[in-house]
């Protein structure tokens, strides 16, 4: 009963859509646990170049089942055209798509309070993708949100906006002094999206524990990465979910125990999109031509990524409550150009030298990063499949990576296609 569960070991971006395809290929359920439409997954396979949002990266393989989980926030009109846009490039999910009953809906309202919110919030606005994503966690914890097993009974769904919408329409008028929102509209939207999803809307808990008690594997899809984490983050520059190894197990109602093999997806150096601290943050040339090389703009909102040095501190503490069995380097070859690389070992603050990141982002914006600088390699590694052909400094920088992770790298990613991988350990077979 293997369960892998795929992780996003910075502030996402990882690389975590390719290693979810290349797993998927001996998967029985590929199941995203957390998050929403703020994410973008790129898979590039030989059906084409994809970048998916809602739809788990296990809809390229055949005979996997792919879950949406009740920690997943859905906004259901991008799920519908995710699946008309699959299906125009040849690839019919119908029979293998599922989504939580338990999972909330992101509704009109939530998009519109997202941006106006992060309006207000002027210089401290944190970067949202504008999705809806906070305030639909925000209605999901206020106890007022719209679960998809809600469109499925629309009489019922109609006694609930009548208490739900009164008091969001109160906060859009007033606070805002913006229109309100009408019930038909969200009646009329609902019934529509209860035709072309409620045949997908499932009880999956019970689907994905039976799958793992008759030996099947299941994929566990991330989203964001743990230093977007509510609790564990760089909060409030943070999402609204728990994209961590305890997100995995409330996301989809496993066990934890259930949990064989963690997956910790790094890049070989660091990004982050939006605002909030990022110690090792480049503001020269080299950040400029990595951002340039390995097209570092968001999937989702194609904003410009911020660039910077592989930072160990947060490496080891993204392991320390992940707990990774497996790490994974992503995006070696973007360095490939580079002459030396560095890596961040430790902070200093306020005059002593640290090894586990503050919790207050005032003080982690206080952060000095102390440096080790390795040679560059004068070999590429674009396209590099075997480890024995990895050049010798590359070898030693990732497993510089490594001891400062706390955990060995299994994978290690030169390009964006599936077989532009090294499988150091055949994580599968164990
Ligand atoms: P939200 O998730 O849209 O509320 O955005 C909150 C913060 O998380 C912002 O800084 C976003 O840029 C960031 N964020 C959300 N999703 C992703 C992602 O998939 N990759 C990278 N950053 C993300």
């Known amino acids: 009963m293997p369960a892998y569960a795929i992780l996003g070991a910075q502030w996402g971006d990882e690389g975590k859509g390719k290693i979810i395809d290349y797993l998927s290929k001996r998967a ?39 879950v949406i989980g009740n920690g997943v926030v859905v906004d259901p009109d991008v799920l519908i055209e995710e699946i008309e846009s699959l299906q125009q490039s040849g690839i019919d999910i119908t029979q293998s798509l599922m989504i939580s009953e338990r999972a909330h809906l992101i509704m009109p309202y939530h998009v519109i ?19 809806g994503i906070g305030p639909a966690y925000s209605d999901k914890t206020s106890r007022t949100g719209i679960r998809a097993a809600d469109i499925l009974d629309l009489d019922n ?41 409620g045949a997908f809307i499932k009880p999956v808990g019970r689907f994905v524990n039976d799958t793992l008690d008759n030996g099947g594997t299941v994929v566990l899809e991330g989203a964001q990465g ?35 093999n963690v997956l910790g997806i790094f890049k070989a150096y ?30 989702t909102t194609g904003r410009p990524r911020r660039i910077g040095w592989f930072d160990g501190v947060l490496a080891r503490y993204s392991n320390r409550i992940n707990g990774y069995t497996s790490a994974v380097i992503t995006r070696l070859d973007v360095l490939d150009h580079l002459d030396s690389v560095s890596i961040c070992v430790g902070y200093k603050l306020d005059g002593e030298i640290i090894d586990e990141p503050p919790g207050g982002v005032a003080a982690l914006e206080r952060c000095i990063p102390e440096y080790e600088t390795l040679p560059g390699w004068d070999v590429p590694t674009a396209g590099v499949s075997e480890i024995a052909d990895l050049p010798k400094n590359a070898r030693a920088y990732v497993e510089r990576l490594e001891e400062l992770i706390g955990c060995s790298v299994d994978i290690i990613s030169t390009g964006p296609h599936r077989d532009h991988t090294i499988m150091v350990r055949d994580i599968l077979a164990s």
């Open 226 to 260: 743990i230093l977007l984490d509510l609790d564990h983050g760089t909060y409030p520059f943070v999402t609204s979910s728990s994209p961590t190894i305890g997100g995995a197990s409330t996301g989809l109602a496993i066990q934890p125990n259930q949990i064989t």
């Open 28 to 66: 029985d359920i590929v199941a995203r646990f957390s998050g929403g439409n703020n994410a973008g997954h790129t898979v590039i396979n030989d059906l084409g170049d994809f970048s998916l949002h809602l739809v788990p990266c296990g809809v390229f393989s055949d005979g996997v089942i792919n």
């Open 113 to 131: 309070l997202d941006t106006l919110a992060e309006a207000q919030r002027g210089e401290t606005a944190i970067g949202t993708t504008g999705k």
């Open 270 to 299: 660091n990004t982050r999109v939006g605002s909030g601290p990022f110690p090792t943050e480049l503001f020269d040339g080299i950040g400029e031509g990595i951002r340039t090389i390995a097209k570092e703009f968001g999937t």
């Open 157 to 197: 769904l109609k006694t609930r906006l009548e208490t739900v919408l009164p008091f969001t329409n109160a906060v859009l008028e007033k606070i805002y002094g913006v229109q309100p929102i009408s019930l038909k509209l969200i009646l009329e939207k609902s019934e529509y999206w209860q035709k072309r999803l």
